[in-house]
Every structure is written in structure tokens, then in C-alpha cells.
């Protein structure tokens, strides 16, 4: 596989470029806005926009040590704080998308019960600051180490193992509130 | 147990976790009586947060549309980028006004000063007279 820096150098003037970086990091890209957003159709156009917009800018993108995935991550972020701003937008998860979260070979009950834990959780998660959010989804839907987790966002390994304990406690308390734990 | 480690116990349950492995309870029973009720319940929440936060993926017919939009979107990028590179250059219309507008500030000085001048050497020659 081409090493990514001379990949981003390739993708500013050639498109079949771009379209490797954007093979490599669709899929990643569109998991944290999913979670962040709670629906397909909304994670499905915030996506496509991440990648417009980083084609539109690739050009003058420079290089300077963090990962190109922690753009695209920040290139997200922005776009989901836009997508919550945007009032009228804002909506309850279908609950076609929590049916898909459910373990398979639950029985009817078991679903519904399923079904109800997961979008209490996650909507619980949702009402968090949105780097803690972050650290979640990174954590456990991407499966990244805490080293990793930090060259995204820009904060120490060890500045992420504690925002980790800070997050859950929050989340144990957003919880709390709702009743729900 | 002291707030830094209850964090590292977290931390390595998260990693058992995303390894596949059921988080074991030996950190919970070896927590002090005091902090055991805490450390259990984030335990739960992050066990809990695991199983719900399970990869999702976009259909690959949205990957290829939007791949084939972005290609697009790309080609457009290049062929304007050409046209702007090949331009013949145009001359800066800016410059251009900023120049003319400081040469006839000039040439209006200059009049004036010769204006001035000549003035004055009719004076002189009047007074000579």
C-alpha cells in the first residue's frame, strides 16, 4: 500500500489519488457520524459532504505530523456541530436504525428489549460534549488505543485514559437523569 | 482505590473489551468496599456502551455513488485547474488604474510647478524692466 504522505501529495492534482484516500477512510468517516447523528440518511449526505469538502480543499492541506484520517475527522466534527445547530433538522433516531443495532438471534422480546437499551444508551451518549462522544465511538466502535485516539484529536495518550473515566462517569450521569441506569 | 486507579482499571477493561474478552471481575472484587459500587456500574456502562457501538458500515451502493460523484467532482476540479494554468495573463486591471491615476497626479504637479515658474520669470522680467 503507498505510503499515505505521498498519497495526499498525488491526490492534490489526481483524482484516481483521492479516491484511494477516500476508499480508505469511508468507512471509518461514516461509523462516527452515524453515531453521532443517530440515522443512515443523515449519515449518508454529512459524509458525502465531508468528502466533497475534502476535495475541494486537498489542495492546500498540509501535512504537519497528525494523521490525514484526524482532518477528516475534524472536517466531521464541524459538519455534525452545524447539523445539531441547524434546530429544524434535529429529530428522534427511526427506529428502522435501532432494529439494525439489535443482536440477530434475539428472540422478539429480547429485540425490543435490545432495542430500547441501545437507543437509551446511545441517545445518552449523544447529550455529551461532543469530544467525549468522540472518544467513545473511537474507542469501542473503532477499536483504537487510546495512542491512537489521542493523534486524531490532538491530546496525549495519557490526557485520553483520563477523559475515558471522566466520559463514563458523565455518561453514568446523563444516565441517572433519564432514569435509565 | 484512589481516582488515577480506577481510570487504569477502566482503561484495561476497554482493551479487554475490544480484544473480545468479558471483562473480569478481579479488579471490581479487589476495589475497596467504598469505591466496589462505582468501579462496578462503569464497568457495566462501558461493557453496555461495547455493545451497542457496533461498527456500521455504509451499503455499497452509496460507497460506489458517491465515489463515481466524487471522480466527477475531481475531473471538474482538474479541467478548471488546467484552464486557469493555460489563461493567457491578463493584465491587472488594478494596477493598470493605480498607474494612469499616479501619472496624471504627476503631470498635474508638473504643470503647476511650470505654471509657477513661468509666472514667476515674467515677474522678474517685468520688474527688470
Not at chain 1, 484516481?16 to 452515524?34: C, K, M, Q, S, W
Not at chain 1, 482532518?71 to 456541530?81: E, F, G, K
Not at chain 2, 457496533?54 to 455513488?65: D, E
Amino acid at each position: 500500500m503507498e505510503a499515505e504522505e505521498q498519497l495526499i501529495e498525488r491526490a492534490k492534482r489526481d483524482a484516481t489519488a483521492f479516491g484511494e484516500l477516500y476508499e480508505r477512510y469511508v468507512d471509518r468517516i461514516y461509523n462516527y457520524i452515524y453515531y453521532r447523528v443517530g440515522n443512515h440518511a443523515d449519515a449518508e449526505d454529512l459524509a458525502a459532504r465531508v468528502f466533497y469538502r475534502a476535495l475541494g480543499n486537498i489542495a492546500r492541506y498540509k501535512q504537519r505530523g497528525a494523521p490525514f484520517a484526524a482532518w477528516l475527522y475534524r472536517i466531521a466534527h464541524n459538519l455534525v456541530a452545524n447539523f445539531h445547530r441547524d434546530a429544524a433538522r434535529r429529530r428522534e433516531v427511526p427506529l428502522d436504525d435501532i432494529v439494525a443495532v439489535a443482536e440477530k438471534r434475539a428472540g422478539p422480546s429480547q429485540i425490543a428489549e435490545q432495542n430500547e437499551d441501545a437507543r437509551v444508551v446511545l441517545e445518552a451518549m449523544r447529550a455529551l460534549p461532543a469530544e467525549r462522544q468522540q472518544i467513545v465511538i473511537l474507542k469501542f466502535s473503532e477499536g483504537l488505543s487510546n495512542a491512537e485516539i489521542g493523534k486524531l484529536i490532538g491530546r496525549s495518550e495519557g490526557a485520553i485514559k483520563s477523559l475515558y473515566h471522566r466520559t463514563l462517569i458523565a455518561l453514568r450521569a446523563e444516565l441517572v437523569k433519564r432514569g435509565a441506569e | 482505590m484512589s481516582s488515577n486507579m480506577m481510570t487504569e482499571v477502566l482503561n484495561l477493561q476497554a482493551n479487554q473489551l475490544n480484544a473480545g474478552a468479558s471483562a473480569s471481575l478481579e479488579a471490581v472484587l479487589n476495589a475497596p468496599p467504598e469505591a466496589r459500587a462505582e468501579l462496578s456500574a462503569l464497568m457495566k456502562l462501558a461493557a453496555r456502551m461495547k455493545r451497542w457501538l457496533i461498527p456500521v458500515r455504509p451499503s455499497s451502493a452509496y460507497r460506489a455513488r458517491l465515489r463515481d460523484g466524487l471522480q466527477l467532482a475531481a475531473g471538474h476540479q482538474e479541467t478548471h485547474r488546467a484552464l486557469v494554468e493555460t489563461r493567457p495573463r491578463v493584465p491587472q486591471w488594478g494596477w493598470l488604474i493605480g498607474a494612469a491615476a499616479l501619472g496624471s497626479a504627476a503631470g498635474i504637479i508638473a504643470m503647476i510647478l511650470r505654471r509657477r515658474q513661468t509666472r514667476k520669470d515674467a515677474s522678474v522680467a517685468e520688474s527688470a524692466r
